[in-house]
């Protein structure tokens, strides 16, 4: 029964790692599978277990464990949707225009290095995904040259995926290690915002020395909207929102998505606040809009919700591989016959190769899944390096191929960007970003544990 559970979910990894050969949207599999699994759990009765750190398996019973994680991804669920709504709330109010006024060069070596880094700190507040969308949205409005548009798309996936790296709201998969209490926001930030500030500038160090990025770009348009107040306050105080969190699950040691619900209460408010107040002064001049919406219900309307689906299949999915405890007799196998490279003080035994693999292997598939599979597998206490190489590896090896990370994929769409085209002018930058932040990671890790 084990292999067939095995089967199932090899299958659905592929729909998944597959969907654009498939045109099959990647929920689906991720659903279907999730379903099917623990199907075959209840039918066949077989024995179900919770992972119990220094323990190991203890057994419960069925629906007590499929609860617990079902309560575990739901608390990644509701953060990110807040999250999303928080963002859909700032583009109501035009707010991302706000970004525009902090272009003032026509340098194309400049505008690189201004875009790399805007996306880079966009992406470990607002995710990489939508500094991506942002980014090359405002790109679209200032580079006329479709090539020179391409390489930029380019380096703004390599800068958005390493800032989602080292933020526990950067990306889906450090805030879901951040939520199942593997990494704190503060040790997570120590050992890799160094190590992904490499993966982002050495790739753009070089690509500023090529030739496509010589001279100028055309005259950039001005934006009437880029200074308007209530622009400008939402983007802060959205942006705000978001970056409170973390400091509110320090304060109060609650789940981080009671403190996105705060965030996103107030963040509502002001919206409703300064929506109200707009519509009643265009009706006072006479403008009687019939389209007047709460921004609340329009933000909730557009929210990610396929996304929100997918995440919830493939973590219910590997959850049942988990309660049936095949992650971590599979964790225990890697432990005891892949050698660890890293240092002898380290408490943990999780070879750098396999934390490697993983990363080069987010390129091809989901990260999401393969970070699921790893909070399940290992067994290993709280900011152990290991989950700090991991949330680094996972964020940044996606850029390699412009499939590997939801960045490269909007990316894609938003450019037509070619997969071989990515491949042949990007990947190689990024594969170099990736191995020069993994040795300083490395590096840095065996000089604080050294330190201690």
Same mark, same amino acid.
């Given at each position: 029964?084990?292999?067939?559970?095995?089967?199932?979910?090899?299958?659905?990894?592929?729909?998944?790692?597959?969907?654009?050969?498939?045109?099959?949207?990647?929920?689906?599999?991720?659903?279907?599978?999730?379903?099917?699994?623990?199907?075959?759990?209840?039918?066949?009765?077989?024995?179900?277990?919770?992972?119990?750190?220094?323990?190991?398996?203890?057994?419960?019973?069925?629906?007590?464990?499929?609860?617990?994680?079902?309560?575990?991804?739901?608390?990644?669920?509701?953060?990110?949707?807040?999250?999303?709504?928080?963002?859909?709330?700032?583009?109501?109010?035009?707010?991302?225009?706000?970004?525009?006024?902090?272009?003032?060069?026509?340098?194309?070596?400049?505008?690189?290095?201004?875009?790399?880094?805007?996306?880079?700190?966009?992406?470990?507040?607002?995710?990489?995904?939508?500094?991506?969308?942002?980014?090359?949205?405002?790109? #679209?409005?200032?580079?006329?040259?479709?090539?020179?548009?391409?390489?930029?798309?380019?380096?703004?996936?390599?800068?958005?995926?390493?800032?989602?790296?080292?933020?526990?709201?950067?990306?889906?998969?450090?805030?879901?290690?951040?939520?199942?209490?593997?990494?704190?926001?503060? #040790?997570?930030? &120590?050992?890799?915002?160094?190590?992904?500030?490499?993966?982002?500038?050495?790739?753009?160090?070089?690509?500023?020395?090529?030739?496509?990025?010589?001279?100028? &770009?055309?005259? &950039?348009?001005?934006?009437?909207?880029?200074?308007?107040?209530?622009?400008?306050?939402?983007?802060?105080?959205?942006?705000?929102?978001? %970056?409170?969190?973390?400091?509110?699950?320090?304060?109060?040691?609650?789940?981080? $998505?009671?403190?996105?619900?705060?965030?996103?209460?107030?963040?509502?408010?002001?919206?409703? $606040?300064?929506?109200?107040?707009?519509?009643?002064?265009?009706?006072?001049?006479?403008?009687?809009? #019939?389209?007047? #919406?709460?921004?609340?219900?329009?933000?909730?309307?557009?929210?990610?919700?396929?996304?929100?689906?997918?995440?919830?299949?493939? %973590?219910?999915?590997?959850?049942?591989?988990?309660?049936?405890?095949?992650?971590?007799?599979?964790?225990?196998?890697?432990?005891?016959?892949?050698? $660890?490279?890293?240092?002898?003080?380290?408490?943990?035994?999780?070879?750098?190769?396999?934390?490697?693999?993983?990363?080069?292997?987010?390129?091809?598939?989901?990260?999401?899944?393969?970070?699921?599979?790893?909070?399940?597998?290992?067994?290993?206490?709280?900011?152990?390096?290991?989950?700090?190489?991991?949330?680094?590896?996972?964020?940044?090896?996606?850029?390699?191929?412009?499939?590997?990370?939801?960045?490269?994929?909007?990316?894609?769409?938003?450019?037509?960007?070619?997969?071989?085209?990515? %491949?042949?002018?990007?990947?190689?930058?990024?594969?170099?970003?990736?191995?020069?932040?993994?040795?300083?990671?490395?590096?840095?890790?065996?000089?604080?544990?050294?330190?201690?």
């Amino acid at each position: 029964m084990e292999i067939l559970l095995v089967v199932i979910f090899v299958l659905g990894y592929l729909g998944i790692a597959m969907e654009h050969t498939f045109k099959i949207d990647k929920l689906i599999p991720a659903l279907a599978m999730m379903a099917v699994l623990w199907a075959l759990i209840a039918i066949n009765h077989l024995e179900v277990f919770e992972i119990i750190p220094g323990i190991g398996k203890e057994s419960h019973h069925l629906e007590g464990v499929l609860l617990h994680h079902l309560g575990k991804t739901a608390e990644i669920l509701f953060f990110l949707m807040g999250a999303m709504t928080i963002v859909e709330i700032i583009d109501y109010f035009d707010g991302f225009s706000t970004i525009k006024s902090f272009i003032r060069t026509k340098s194309k070596i400049k505008l690189l290095w201004l875009f790399s880094t805007l996306a880079f700190v966009l992406s470990a507040i607002i995710d990489n995904l939508t500094a991506t969308i942002v980014l090359i949205t405002i790109l #679209q409005k200032i580079v006329s040259d479709k090539e020179t548009r391409l390489w930029f798309a380019g380096l703004i996936v390599i800068a958005a995926n390493a800032g989602g790296a080292w933020s526990p709201i950067g990306d889906v998969t450090t805030t879901m290690l951040w939520i199942a209490n593997k990494v704190s926001a503060s #040790q997570l930030i &120590i050992h890799v915002l160094l190590p992904s500030i490499v993966c982002y500038a050495l790739p753009t160090l070089v690509a500023s020395r090529m030739a496509i990025f010589k001279g100028n &770009i055309d005259e &950039i348009i001005a934006d009437e909207n880029a200074n308007s107040y209530n622009s400008a306050l939402m983007f802060y105080l959205g942006l705000g929102g978001i %970056l409170f969190v973390p400091i509110f699950k320090t304060l109060t040691h609650l789940p981080p $998505y009671v403190g996105m619900m705060l965030s996103l209460a107030v963040v509502a408010a002001v919206a409703e $606040y300064l929506s109200n107040r707009r519509f009643k002064v265009g009706k006072a001049m006479g403008d009687h809009d #019939q389209n007047h #919406q709460s921004p609340l219900h329009k933000s909730l309307s557009k929210i990610e919700m396929p996304s929100l689906l997918f995440f919830l299949g493939i %973590l219910m999915a590997v959850a049942a591989l988990e309660s049936l405890g095949m992650l971590f007799d599979f964790a225990g196998a890697l432990e005891a016959n892949v050698p $660890y490279l890293g240092t002898e003080h380290a408490s943990t035994k999780i070879s750098d190769l396999v934390v490697l693999l993983l990363g080069a292997g987010s390129a091809i598939i989901d990260n999401v899944p393969l970070v699921a599979a790893s909070i399940g597998m290992f067994q290993i206490g709280m900011d152990e390096p290991a989950w700090h190489f991991i949330a680094y590896a996972a964020g940044t090896g996606g850029s390699i191929l412009i499939i590997g990370s939801a960045a490269g994929v909007v990316a894609m769409g938003m450019e037509k960007i070619d997969f071989f085209w990515y %491949l042949k002018k990007i990947g190689g930058l990024a594969l170099l970003g990736f191995l020069a932040g993994s040795g300083v990671f490395v590096i840095l890790r065996d000089f604080l544990l050294n330190a201690h």
